[in-house]
């Protein structure tokens, strides 16, 4: 398995900063945010390429159909502005060549079920669309229950592969998200193993705030996630992401979390070897 961090766990860092201080820790991949990209694709990808570090997971800079409710990541309201958005940051980001870029339904803001679900039904044919052309993998991310009123509201894998089934659209993957799908049962995810696109990696606190993080502990709900993964022939790339606080992880330097967070995953990886 290749060990990854995505960008968002080192928040205040910039990308120049974040690269050469996963690269220092030992990672074999970065997950990029769009948000912490550069203008220049090409700089960025030289920096990549000096680096050795191959991209895993890519969330776009509007990463959601339906506009989300988390303080300074709204973006415009117009469902359709937000999907021309996304369709455009997958272009983008295919030429990082990565695992996948992924997108999510967001909160339904006061529709209804079905009035979101026809917004992320249009936006994910699109998307599909764009990604298809641009030669990457689409990956939709089903989100933790206790954000459904802010990040999304098709919460469950479940729910997430039956709006794919039912657009009929195979070739778009699901990111599992660790985190996220802590109430799911195991072997749920065992049988979706080839469905899986990507996959993030994050416990929950020991006294749980809705959407921060920590690291994945060797006796958490990641490490039997990821065995289950193992045991089903999962062997892609476990990437690091981690929403903190300001006086949290996110108060770390940045050298500092990169190696807190390879040791983590690291262990995790070890002890889930066949």
């Known amino acids: 398995m290749r060990l990854s961090l995505s960008t968002i766990s080192t928040l205040n860092a910039s990308f120049g900063e974040d690269v050469d201080a996963y690269a220092a820790a030992g990672f074999d991949a970065i997950g990029l945010w769009e948000m912490k990209l550069p203008e220049?694709?090409?700089?960025?990808?030289?920096?990549?390429?000096?680096?050795?570090?191959?991209?895993?997971?890519?969330?776009?800079?509007?990463?959601?159909?339906?506009q989300l409710a988390i303080p300074g990541m709204e973006g415009p309201a117009d469902p359709e502005e937000r999907a021309d958005a996304i369709c455009a940051s997958v272009r983008r980001l295919a030429r990082y060549e990565p695992d996948c870029v992924l997108c999510l339904s967001g909160p339904l803001g006061g529709r209804t079920e079905a009035e979101g679900r026809e917004i992320v039904v249009d936006g994910l044919r699109r998307a599909a669309e764009a990604a298809r052309e641009a030669g990457v993998r689409l990956a939709f991310e089903p989100i933790h229950p206790s954000q459904?009123?802010?990040?999304?509201?098709?919460?469950?894998?479940?729910?997430?592969?039956?709006?794919?089934?039912?657009?009929?659209?195979?070739?778009?993957?699901?990111?599992?998200?660790?985190?996220?799908?802590?109430?799911?049962?195991?072997?749920?995810?065992g049988a979706a193993v080839g469905r899986i696109a990507g996959?993030?990696?994050?416990?929950?606190?020991?006294?749980?705030?809705?959407?921060?993080?920590?690291?994945?502990?060797?006796?958490?709900?990641?490490?039997?996630?990821?065995?289950?993964?193992?045991?089903?022939?999962?062997?892609?790339?476990?990437?690091?992401?981690?929403?903190?606080?300001?006086?949290?992880?996110?108060?770390?330097?940045?050298?500092?979390?990169?190696?807190?967070?390879?040791?983590?995953?690291?262990?995790l990886r070890d002890q889930t070897e066949p």
């Open 40 to 66: 220049d694709d090409e700089a960025n990808r030289d920096a990549l390429r000096t680096a050795r570090l191959a991209v895993s997971n890519c969330i776009p800079t509007v990463p959601s159909f339906l």
């Open 148 to 189: 459904h009123d802010s990040a999304g509201f098709i919460g469950s894998l479940a729910e997430a592969l039956g709006v794919l089934d039912d657009l009929a659209l195979g070739d778009v993957g699901i990111l599992v998200d660790t985190y996220n799908l802590v109430g799911e049962a195991p072997a749920v995810l």
């Open 199 to 267: 996959v993030h990696v994050a416990d929950e606190l020991a006294q749980p705030a809705p959407g921060v993080r920590t690291l994945p502990a060797p006796d958490g709900h990641s490490a039997t996630l990821v065995e289950t993964l193992r045991a089903a022939g999962w062997d892609g790339t476990l990437d690091v992401e981690i929403f903190s606080t300001s006086d949290g992880f996110w108060s770390l330097p940045v050298e500092e979390a990169a190696r807190r967070a390879f040791a983590s995953v690291a262990a």
